[in-house]
């Protein structure tokens, strides 16, 4: 498997994006930041399951404690602060992902798939169930978070083209820590265990550590694209805890390509691409999705990543 | 708490972990024999219970639509599994997962463009409608104890064929090692096609038998799948004896947690489930 991403072409396109705002499209700015918002979301499975092997059908757990810790700590009548409902929203979601992966982590392959599922509907319900939230209505977000250098304001969340860039550049950072991650030895460990965990084992790797400490860190990368688009939205409900969400984030996962880092941002843009698409045609924009997605398995394996490769491939 | 609640809600406890077994037994046969993880088995609930509403609507009677609902789904398991399914055997669980997944956004809306998004209500058989008067206030309806009935039959049916039929050895032959049944004559495809086909009309059954109860709503199919899992993974995969253990479980685990904690109740079979996993990874009857 290829490593290296293509540096040139991805940075021809963050450079795109950047100057994508000066074409004034205030709607294309706002859905351009949530699908990168989903890429951020979608990099930190990738980690998981693509990197680790380990395919959590549960990830929207830690997007939805995230944006549940910033709408609940925010001060009902002025703009919260960046810098403490930030770091606050993506450890809470860390620890949660901690704390489960101490269970899940004891499983493995179907079992590990349907508990990651299991747990993230606990988290749904603890949502939906309780008064911590506001039940199944959710809780609006009065004042979006801002964040000020001794008191002079840096960037405003509630300001679209803030938050458009603010959003490319976690993209951005998120894609080059994990891409650090890959080549660290701690990457290369979980690409060890992925291929062959006995091995690893029997080499004197703490396999479950590692483990733990790549669902831990998912789990608060993931928590980064909840906080943020608990800011775009403006309010959360448990829905994002849904496991529609999961599922929709492990598709773009695949979509893009399995174990490739920038297959996640590909998959990410597919997948609004493809739902936009539709949803522009029909009401049950699900309906061709679904059959796009049952196709993809069937007759594309290795995702749009590997469209390349198979295109470089002589036809013999 | 007095005793004819507790047996009230014992009995509601023992009905709801049975309906749950009907349902989740085919998936963990689906996942011992097959190797499949399948996530739109909940999506065959669902259409069993809205091919009751419309069946019965088309046939005038309850006991018609759940006859010809089971042909249906029995011969829609067949296609499923010949278009679909045998091509994800040899394939990893993540492409198992998203197929199904793209199957039970196909369903849906499938559904959605044949009936509609609205809540409907099914009728039951007259002769099941009365209920048994307990006390002066408290009944127990005779319909509940007819569902649970039903499926007390249809496991002990279960339980011979698997354990006392020729059929049943080679069902339980494929669960324990594939390549060595079919490297003995067991002609595995053909077992997969039917075994696939008789967890769809389980699923799709215990659909029709709930209908009655819960009434018929869009999202049944996903919140009785995650249960099913939850069963499963209590249960122990591929095993029918420990998919019924953990369905009874849970039913008194959701019942008594609504009586006893109604503010947590939706957590309770979670709590149990993270409790058992802690115990035994594998679950109650797996193997490590």
């Given at each position: 498997?290829k490593h290296s991403?293509?540096?040139?072409?991805?940075?021809?396109?963050?450079?795109?994006?950047?100057a994508?705002?000066?074409?004034g499209?205030?709607?294309?700015?706002?859905?351009?930041?949530?699908?990168?918002?989903?890429?951020?979301?979608?990099m930190s499975?990738?980690?998981?399951a693509g990197?680790?092997?380990?395919?959590s059908l549960?990830?929207?757990?830690w997007?939805?404690?995230a944006?549940?810790?910033?709408?609940?700590?925010?001060p009902?009548?002025?703009?919260?602060n960046?810098?403490?409902?930030?770091p606050?929203?993506v450890?809470?979601?860390?620890?949660?992902?901690?704390?489960?992966?101490?269970l899940?982590l004891?499983?493995?392959?179907?079992?590990?798939?349907?508990?990651?599922l299991a747990?993230a509907q606990m988290f749904y319900f603890v949502?939906?169930?309780t008064?911590?939230?506001?039940?199944s209505?959710?809780?609006?977000?009065?004042f979006?978070?801002e964040?000020?250098?001794?008191?002079?304001?840096?960037?405003?969340?509630?300001?679209?083209?803030h938050?458009?860039?603010?959003?490319?550049?976690?993209?951005?950072?998120?894609?080059l820590?994990l891409?650090?991650i890959?080549?660290?030895?701690?990457?290369?460990?979980?690409?060890?265990?992925?291929?062959?965990e006995?091995r690893?084992?029997?080499?004197?790797?703490?396999?479950?550590r590692y483990?733990l400490a790549?669902f831990?860190?998912?789990?608060?990368?993931?928590?980064?694209?909840g906080?943020?688009?608990?800011?775009?939205?403006?309010f959360?409900?448990?829905e994002l805890?849904?496991?529609?969400?999961?599922?929709?984030v492990?598709?773009m996962?695949i979509l893009g390509?399995?174990?490739?880092?920038?297959?996640?941002i590909?998959?990410?843009?597919?997948?609004?691409?493809?739902?936009e698409g539709?949803?522009s045609?029909?009401?049950?924009?699900?309906?061709?999705?679904?059959?796009v997605?049952?196709?993809?398995v069937l007759?594309?394996?290795?995702?749009?990543?590997?469209?390349?490769?198979?295109?470089r491939?002589?036809r013999? | 708490?007095d005793?004819?609640?507790f047996?009230?809600?014992s009995l509601?406890?023992?009905?709801y972990?049975?309906?749950?077994?009907?349902?989740?037994?085919g998936l963990?046969?689906v996942?011992?024999?097959?190797?499949?993880?399948?996530?739109a088995?909940?999506?065959f609930?669902?259409?069993?219970?809205?091919?009751?509403?419309s069946?019965s609507?088309?046939?005038?009677?309850f006991?018609?639509a759940?006859?010809?609902g089971?042909?249906?789904?029995v011969?829609?398991?067949?296609?499923?599994?010949?278009?679909?399914?045998?091509?994800l055997?040899?394939?990893?669980?993540?492409?198992?997962?998203?197929?199904?997944?793209?199957?039970?956004?196909?369903?849906?809306e499938?559904?959605?463009?044949a009936?509609?998004?609205?809540?409907h209500?099914?009728?039951?058989?007259?002769?099941?409608?009365?209920?048994?008067p307990?006390?002066?206030?408290l009944s127990?309806?005779?319909?509940?104890?007819?569902?649970?009935g039903?499926?007390?039959?249809?496991?002990?049916?279960?339980?011979?064929?698997?354990?006392?039929?020729?059929?049943?050895?080679?069902i339980r032959?494929?669960?324990?090692?594939?390549?060595?049944?079919?490297?003995?004559?067991i002609?595995?495809?053909l077992?997969f096609?039917?075994?696939?086909?008789?967890?769809?009309?389980l699923?799709?059954?215990?659909?029709?038998?709930?209908?009655?109860?819960?009434s018929?709503?869009?999202?049944m199919?996903?919140?009785?799948l995650?249960?099913?899992?939850?069963v499963?993974v209590?249960?122990?995969?591929?095993?029918v004896?420990?998919?019924?253990?953990?369905?009874?479980l849970?039913?008194?685990?959701?019942?008594?947690?609504?009586?006893?904690f109604?503010?947590?109740?939706?957590?309770?079979?979670?709590?149990?489930?993270?409790?058992?996993?802690?115990?035994?990874?594998?679950?109650?009857?797996?193997?490590?």
């Amino acid at each position: 498997m290829k490593h290296s991403p293509p540096w040139l072409l991805l940075g021809l396109a963050a450079l795109a994006l950047a100057a994508f705002p000066l074409l004034g499209q205030a709607f294309y700015v706002e859905l351009l930041a949530k699908v990168m918002i989903f890429a951020i979301f979608a990099m930190s499975l990738q980690l998981l399951a693509g990197v680790a092997g380990l395919v959590s059908l549960g990830h929207a757990a830690w997007f939805g404690i995230a944006a549940y810790t910033l709408v609940l700590m925010a001060p009902k009548y002025h703009p919260a602060n960046l810098w403490i409902t930030l770091p606050a929203a993506v450890l809470a979601a860390a620890a949660a992902a901690f704390v489960v992966g101490l269970l899940v982590l004891r499983t493995r392959g179907i079992y590990f798939i349907m508990v990651t599922l299991a747990f993230a509907q606990m988290f749904y319900f603890v949502f939906h169930d309780t008064g911590l939230g506001g039940g199944s209505d959710g809780v609006y977000l009065n004042f979006k978070p801002e964040a000020r250098i001794a008191g002079h304001l840096l960037f405003d969340l509630g300001n679209s083209t803030h938050f458009f860039y603010v959003s490319l550049g976690a993209m951005a950072a998120v894609f080059l820590l994990l891409a650090a991650i890959r080549r660290s030895p701690f990457g290369h460990a979980l690409d060890g265990m992925r291929a062959n965990e006995q091995r690893m084992r029997a080499l004197g790797f703490p396999v479950m550590r590692y483990q733990l400490a790549a669902f831990t860190l998912a789990g608060g990368l993931a928590g980064l694209a909840g906080y943020l688009a608990a800011c775009q939205f403006g309010f959360v409900n448990p829905e994002l805890l849904a496991w529609h969400e999961s599922g929709n984030v492990l598709l773009m996962v695949i979509l893009g390509g399995l174990g490739q880092l920038h297959g996640a941002i590909l998959g990410a843009f597919a997948f609004a691409l493809l739902q936009e698409g539709f949803a522009s045609v029909t009401r049950h924009w699900q309906l061709p999705m679904g059959v796009v997605i049952v196709a993809l398995v069937l007759f594309l394996p290795g995702g749009l990543a590997s469209i390349a490769a198979r295109l470089r491939r002589p036809r013999s | 708490m007095d005793p004819v609640t507790f047996l009230i809600q014992s009995l509601n406890g023992l009905q709801y972990g049975l309906l749950l077994f009907l349902v989740a037994s085919g998936l963990t046969l689906v996942f011992g024999i097959m190797g499949v993880v399948n996530l739109a088995h909940g999506s065959f609930y669902m259409i069993g219970a809205y091919l009751a509403f419309s069946l019965s609507a088309l046939t005038g009677s309850f006991f018609g639509a759940v006859a010809l609902g089971i042909v249906l789904s029995v011969v829609f398991g067949l296609l499923l599994e010949w278009a679909l399914f045998s091509r994800l055997y040899h394939r990893d669980h993540l492409d198992q997962v998203l197929l199904t997944y793209g199957l039970i956004l196909i369903f849906e809306e499938l559904r959605s463009l044949a009936v509609g998004d609205d809540v409907h209500s099914v009728a039951m058989p007259d002769f099941l409608s009365a209920s048994i008067p307990l006390t002066d206030t408290l009944s127990y309806p005779v319909y509940r104890l007819f569902m649970s009935g039903i499926c007390i039959v249809l496991a002990m049916s279960m339980y011979v064929v698997i354990q006392r039929t020729r059929l049943g050895m080679r069902i339980r032959a494929g669960t324990s090692n594939r390549e060595m049944a079919q490297g003995l004559g067991i002609d595995i495809r053909l077992l997969f096609r039917f075994v696939f086909a008789f967890g769809v009309a389980l699923a799709a059954l215990g659909g029709m038998l709930a209908a009655p109860v819960s009434s018929v709503f869009p999202g049944m199919g996903s919140q009785v799948l995650i249960l099913c899992f939850v069963v499963v993974v209590i249960g122990g995969i591929g095993s029918v004896w420990g998919a019924l253990l953990a369905a009874l479980l849970i039913g008194f685990t959701d019942t008594f947690g609504k009586v006893l904690f109604p503010d947590y109740a939706g957590l309770s079979v979670y709590v149990l489930m993270a409790a058992i996993l802690l115990w035994r990874p594998a679950g109650l009857f797996g193997r490590a």
